[in-house]
């Protein structure tokens, strides 16, 4: 059964990633408004009706905007950690909140999504996988730094939405005051692109067929710059930007032969419903 898998959004105006099967999904975040969102499922010819949870990676606007009304409005279960809760006001009296934490699975249907804890300056970040039949689909944005569970994570999936922020010099010239540097790149923000490409380049297994770089600063990166740079080093590896703008295409991942489940996979884009 494939996994198909796009970003909705991806960027510090709105995250939210999707990652389902035929019959069930979950979102990744939440961060654009319920309006955008429904939109652009519709756009991609994928019914609202196959979401079955949304799951939270932690507090920031830019990845619950537009959760409250998206999660009442369909009767979502959201699984969120105690303290990203805590900290996100009117989802405290939500009564569908289920909260998970690092190294806990959730199944919902055929989909076993595992959390895992992260350096990012938030209350009790998570980043989280999705699998399904021996295929997995990782989301990891809001990475102040790679630690050993990120690069196991990594190392054991088959697609990723992976963090690429900001472009060192970039940030290093750019207008943003001093503070604001030092937060972006100090260990508890967001990976640059050269650090996002040593994890890529070192801890890459040999069955990673797709690379969806996600969360581009707007300011202090350029999407044509980070493609060419992962390009150069990508080999079989298929590398995407995520648009902060718009969804990426509807990818789909499978096993040819699903009673060989060690066999070789492909990866198919999709076309996308305009």
């Not at 198909?4 to 990652?19: A, E, I, M």
């Not at 429904?38 to 756009?43: A, C, F, H």
């Not at 009767?75 to 950690?81: A, F």
């Not at 509807?250 to 492909?266: I, N, R, W």
């Amino acid at each position: 059964m494939p996994l198909y898998f796009t970003s909705l959004n991806s960027g510090s105006n709105g995250n939210c990633y999707y990652v389902g099967n035929s019959s069930e999904a979950v979102l990744i975040d939440a961060g654009i408004s319920c309006k955008e969102t429904e939109r652009r499922m519709r756009s991609l010819g994928l019914p609202m009706t196959k979401i079955k949870a949304i799951f939270i990676t932690h507090e920031h606007t830019d990845h619950i905007r537009g959760l409250v009304l998206l999660a009442k409005k369909y009767s979502l279960p959201v699984y969120i950690s105690t303290q990203t809760l805590s900290c996100c006001g009117e989802m405290k009296r939500y009564h569908s909140c289920q909260t998970v934490t690092d190294g806990q699975s959730v199944q919902i249907g055929e989909l076993k999504i595992t959390a895992f804890s992260k350096f990012h300056d938030a209350a009790e970040p998570l980043s989280f996988v999705v699998r399904q039949c021996g295929i997995q689909v990782g989301v990891m944005t809001d990475i102040g730094k790679v630690c050993d569970k990120v690069r196991n994570y990594f190392s054991n999936c088959h697609a990723v939405f992976l963090e690429s922020n900001y472009d060192v010099l970039m940030l290093e010239n750019g207008r943003y005051p001093n503070y604001l540097k030092q937060r972006i790149r100090g260990g508890s923000g967001h990976l640059s692109n050269d650090e996002a490409l040593a994890l890529f380049n070192n801890h890459r297994n040999t069955t990673l067929s797709r690379l969806i770089l996600s969360h581009l600063s707007k300011e202090n990166n350029n999407p044509i710059l980070v493609k060419e740079l992962f390009e150069s080093h990508s080999g079989k590896v298929e590398v995407h930007v995520a648009s902060r703008d718009t969804h990426s295409p509807l990818f789909s991942l499978f096993f040819p032969d699903e009673k060989k489940q060690a066999a070789t996979y492909k990866v198919q884009q999709l076309a996308m419903f305009t």
